[in-house]
């Protein structure tokens, strides 16, 4: 699991031009998306999304945006922080619960500041797990290319409906509706073979599978100590597999 910031409705700054073009002002509007799926890319978890306002005015009535398999949050600054991360947890925990009828989920994230949970919030089957500090990059699969493949999509699509408002002397917004919408698209554009599986789960892995006396780090960016906990990470992983019910359900994010 990871989450990102899309700027919904900036317009490409580059075109083709044939003269002097007006400059514009890109837009700040923005959403915090969280994406979420399976080690081998089988599975992506439903979008959750996080804006400013409640209910924006440009949803249709009696809209949600459940309708199309996105949760939904508000808060003043579009940021993940620890209510929504809670909440979006608990939802997680639920869902899995449900469907995999008790059986445990691992659900791997990066340490950030807002990945805590809440007092008191007990999960049924979920257990998190956090990637060393620094490692994002190298460990992280949503960062590995998930992401940016659903961004490209995205873009695709706005993009396309930019210029077809343009063409018909309208001005060319991006609504928040619009932005549900699209971001529901460009993730269903995400399949294992273009990017889940190419990207999902990469060194994490393999790494597993190494010798406990391995100490060469994946990269000369992550310090020895950092690798150590890589392969203590690795190793709880291994031993998780296989002494539980993980083999068939296991979630790693």
Not at 178 to 195: H, M, P, R
């Amino acid at each position: 699991m990871d989450e990102t910031a899309k700027r919904y409705n900036t317009r490409p700054t580059h075109t083709y031009a044939t003269g002097n073009v007006g400059g514009y002002k890109q837009s700040k509007e923005r959403l915090t998306v969280a994406v979420c799926a399976n080690a081998d890319g089988s599975h992506k978890y439903g979008l959750y999304v996080i804006g400013t306002a409640k209910r924006p005015r440009t949803f249709p009535k009696d809209w949600s945006p459940r309708l199309i398999g996105i949760t939904r949050a508000s808060n003043k600054t579009a940021w993940m922080n620890t209510i929504t991360f809670t909440e979006f947890i608990k939802e997680f925990d639920a869902t899995m619960m449900h469907r995999h009828g008790g059986e445990e989920v691992l659900l791997l994230m990066d340490n950030a500041p807002s990945h805590k949970l809440e007092e008191g919030v007990v999960l049924q089957c979920t257990k998190i797990a956090f990637l060393p500090p620094n490692t994002t990059t190298h460990l992280q699969p949503m960062d590995a290319g998930i992401i940016a493949n659903f961004k490209h999509h995205y873009k695709k699509l706005a993009t396309r409906a930019q210029l077809q408002m343009i063409i018909r002397g309208l001005p060319a917004h991006i609504s928040s509706y619009q932005a549900l919408l699209f971001c529901k698209k460009a993730w269903d554009a995400v399949s294992a073979q273009t990017g889940l599986r190419l990207a999902s789960f990469p060194d994490l892995v393999m790494l597993s599978t190494l010798s406990a006396s391995t100490s060469k780090p994946i990269s000369s960016n992550v310090s020895r100590t950092h690798w150590i906990r890589c392969r203590e990470l690795c190793q709880i992983i291994t031993s998780l597999v296989q002494t539980s019910t993980l083999q068939q359900t296991m979630t790693c994010l």
